[in-house]
């Protein structure tokens, strides 16, 4: 390895994904805190000088995801609503704003569909006047073939207040394959027992633990996202090891692959094989944990 150049811009990246390099440019998303948080976009050449910059977006809201794809970008950034920005990268001197969609909740992570679509994964969010409360897991999808006018084309919630997911902090636990229309995610449901608050309460609840397993999708632009079934490796929540609940069960589900036409999903405890097009059981492997 050689020292080649170093560079520096305002601000405090998020991760991998605010980072890019692109046909000689290195482009970066950050966010400024000194004050009202603000957020920014540089452009910088090999020799780390920048060149190019839009900054002060969303004043007051932080980076929430971010994804950098040829000459556009994408950033999510939230509050209370949440912006999903489209910027034009072309011009490394000049980055622009070319248009913006508000929709509730927000997108932690964002992964590429096909040019001109995206898939988020996030949390949907109820407004709570200077803030929101968090509310189950979200997936959206966005056309984006409009720059000027990107639309939230189909979004779908899974469970309440409570409901996770490893995606939400860690892409390798998302699989996704375009040409099968296929998407799969680990997620931990919580559900709210609404006989136990008010209409009023219901909105900050937090719901409880009822099933942990993976979920899968079909994706596709003329169809949506639709479930296509779950799996899970804990068969009876009463055969959980006291104190492991649903939260720390070595039967968790962290990660799903496919290999021909079988899905495997992969907790520490055991490996489980189904079928990949209508997810029917066909073994599993018991693992020392």
Not at 91 to 108: A, F, Q
Not at 268 to 284: F, G, S
């Amino acid at each position: 390895m050689t020292y080649v150049a170093s560079g520096e811009v305002p601000g405090m990246v998020l991760n991998q994904f605010s980072m890019d390099e692109y046909d000689g440019y290195f482009r970066v998303a950050t966010t400024t805190r000194e004050g009202t948080p603000q957020n920014h976009i540089y452009i910088l050449d090999m020799a780390l000088n920048i060149t190019g910059s839009l900054e002060n977006l969303a004043p007051g809201e932080t980076i929430y995801s971010a994804r950098f794809m040829g000459d556009r970008g994408y950033l999510v950034t939230f509050k209370q609503v949440d912006p999903l920005f489209v910027i034009d990268l072309s011009d490394p001197y000049n980055p622009e704003e070319l248009g913006y969609l508000k929709v509730t909740g927000y997108s932690d992570y964002l992964h590429p569909y096909d040019e001109t679509h995206i898939i988020g994964i996030g949390k949907e969010t109820t407004d709570a006047g200077e803030f929101a409360w968090y509310q189950g897991v979200k997936i959206s999808l966005f056309d984006v073939s409009d720059v000027g006018n990107p639309v939230e084309i189909d979004k779908l919630e899974i469970g309440d207040r409570g409901t996770d997911s490893p995606v939400l902090w860690d892409h390798k636990a998302f699989l996704f394959d375009k040409a099968r229309n296929l998407l799969v995610m680990p997620i931990l449901e919580a559900k709210v027992d609404v006989t136990k608050y008010s209409e009023a309460e219901l909105v900050w609840a937090y719901g409880e633990p009822v099933w942990q397993g993976a979920y899968a999708f079909n994706v596709s632009l003329d169809q949506g996202i639709q479930l296509k079934g779950r799996i899970t490796h804990i068969e009876d929540p009463a055969d959980l090891e006291e104190g492991y609940y649903y939260y720390y069960s070595p039967f968790s589900v962290e990660r799903s692959l496919y290999i021909d036409d079988v899905l495997y999903t992969i907790s520490d405890a055991k490996i489980k094989m189904n079928n990949l097009e209508n997810l029917d059981y066909i073994n599993e492997v018991q693992l020392l944990y």
